[in-house]
């Protein structure tokens, strides 16, 4: 039997999927926790004992592997304003699998660029000005990163007219690449060029964690960060190949322990006549990390985002729980599994929390505005999302819950928020088997096949 192998390192726990490319379907699946504290192999060595264990003989064909242990990929992004090549930075940092922990626009001040250097950022992403446009600004914080010592990758993606300085700000001695601008009209996007760089970097430098120059040893290559695994197979289903049909526009909902991200693989234009939409041009494919809604490490904010009320709406007997001691056992231990019923209400209404914000903040909003002697119009921000005909739901509270569905719809439209553009009806998907990565990692060898796995098995 020929077999693809595709593994990934995440945060808490490594997959490991095994898929027979003759017969196109998955073999079997494995985790064990990831054990970045101590050697990364550890936990490889646990799952691939499992996968032998179960299947017996094979032949592998390749190995492939994304990542997201150590921290997973940190970027800081700095613009010149913030709604414009700012957020253009951010949307390339988070399409590019990362998380972005900090965003700045405008000339950095002392203490912002001593942040900035004193951070543990993985990389830094300058942006600034529309081709042809200002320069001065992004100069200005390349010399200033420059002069306080900024010794982590530069991704400069800005005004091409301030190339030739910014190389002689840099020189020799600093680690740079520039790329083509992230935004080069005004709310025109180019995000890949800078993706795509951020993404070699990551992985030339993910070796960092402990044990992954080991890993080398049993995959043939390390290619991507996790989330940008994830995006891929968002963008394969979807799309489909030449050969194979894919589904059409989807989202995919990621609820974890730290974070909930949101995946879109749509256009989002207005749904409804006479809407006109403003603000930054919205990309297909969209990634939103959010960092304050988790299921263990960002209970508290949750709760503090949400308030009260909004947790009452969604925590069915709601009088019986102290919210604090619940909130405090699920930090105190981020490990903490819910065996009770009691438990796991609660640990089903945080995930409606998560849910219902997330997608809020992904999705974009419509709004009455005076237009002078034509009197009033619509005008959309962001993408419409209403008409989206499927969502695709991942992570361990989806997975392993038998009421996933509800927790889902939790992200949908309510009355509560008549302005958003969430979905209405989508018809509902599960990752029951944590594929979504593994897929990614195929599409890059074998997208006919990925997107066949992935519709059997998803769908």
Known sequence: MNCYLFVDFGSTNTKLTLVDIDNEVIVATAKAYTTVETDVI???????????????????????????????LKIIAIGLVPELTSEAAKRAALGAGGKVIATYSHHLNS????????????????????????????????RALKEHGISVPVVVAG?????????????????????????????????????????????????????????????????????????????????????????????????????????TACYGDPTNAGVFVSGLEEPYLKRTVEGDLGMRYSIQSVVDVAGLRMLRRYLPGHEQYNIEAEIEKRTKDTSFISTSEKDMNFDVAIAKLCADISMERHAGTIKQVYAGGDGTMWQQEGKDL????????????????????????????????PSSLKPKSPKLL??????????????????????????REVL
């Open 111 to 142: 203490d912002e660029v001593e942040a900035i250097v004193h951070s543990n950022a993985d990389i830094v992403l300058l942006a600034g000005g529309t081709d042809g446009g200002d320069s001065a600004c992004i100069l200005h914080n390349a």
């Open 42 to 72: 550890i936990g490889f060595n646990e799952a691939f004992e499992q996968i032998k264990q179960t299947v017996g003989d094979f032949t592998l064909v390749k190995s492939l592997a994304c990542s997201s242990a150590a921290g997973g």
């Open 159 to 263: 005004n091409k007219s301030a190339s030739d300085d910014i190389k002689v700000i840099f020189g020799a001695t600093s680690e740079y690449y520039i790329v083509e601008n992230v935004m080069p009209k005004i709310n025109k996007l180019n995000v890949e060029p800078a993706r795509e760089t951020i993404r070699n970097i990551f992985m030339k430098n993910i070796v960092k964690a402990r044990g992954m120059q080991k890993v080398e040893q049993y995959i043939d290559s390390l290619i991507m960060p996790t989330p940008a695994a994830v995006l891929k197979a968002a963008e394969v289903l979807a799309k489909g190949t030449e050969n194979e049909d894919g589904i059409g526009e989807l989202a995919i909902i990621d609820i974890g322990g730290a974070t909930t991200d949101i995946h």
């Open 430 to 455: 599960l990752d029951r088997k944590y594929l979504l990565a593994a897929m990614g990692l195929l599409a890059t060898e074998q997208p006919d096949m990925a997107v066949r796995i992935l519709k």
């Open 386 to 417: 209403t008409t989206l005909p499927y969502l695709v739901g991942t992570g361990g509270i989806l997975v392993y819950n038998k009421n996933y569905a509800d927790i889902m719809q939790a992200s949908l439209a309510s009355q509560h928020n």
